[in-house]
């Protein structure tokens, strides 16, 4: 088909305007909400149904105020039969989700819990890092190059893994010197987080 784009737009735009919503039909028992670029810097808010991965709609904007008033129209009767309600930790998201699904339970989906708990690692190591005035000492190496190694479960560590100078120094310095530092600022950065997580809630 030998169509312009100035074409395909006008009847997109057609199209668009002649849709409407049906907030008859019924809510599914499990939503999945986030934020989607709908246009070039336009961001909407988007419903997803959980048990079927199905489009329930895609609403041009995703304030705290606008986004309440999109699920106000679904009757209160319909928004009650929604028993989970899967979001991110949109600062928007909280207060309207809790208010118009009011028996459904708010879910963060793991993805965001795993990249908090993430920051929360990297930042951690950062700051413990620009403690350390050697920059040649074992310690400040570790931390500098080995993030990954920070997220690994402590009980998969292989202890005779040798570093670059055939030493195992490297790996003695995590277990005897890092841990007591290391969870003493990480849990002023995990309290941080768990106030986000709260207040979210």
Known sequence: M???HSKVNRLLHHAAKAYHTNYTKPLPTVICVDEVLYAKHHYGFEMINGMTS???EIFPTRTSIDIRRYLSNYDLFNRQQVQYVVTDMN????VPLRTMFPNAQIIIDRFHIIQLAMKAVQSTRITLQRTINNKRSCVYKLLKSNLQF???DQSKIDTTQ???DGSKELMNTYILKIPYNLSSVY?????NNLVRL???Q
């Open 162 to 164: 040798r570093n670059h």
């Open 91 to 94: 600062a928007n998201y909280g």
């Open 187 to 191: 849990h002023q950065n995990s309290s």
């Open 150 to 152: 920070f997220i690994t």
């Open 2 to 4: 030998h169509i312009s």
């Open 198 to 200: 709260m207040n979210f």
């Open 54 to 56: 199905d489009l329930i």
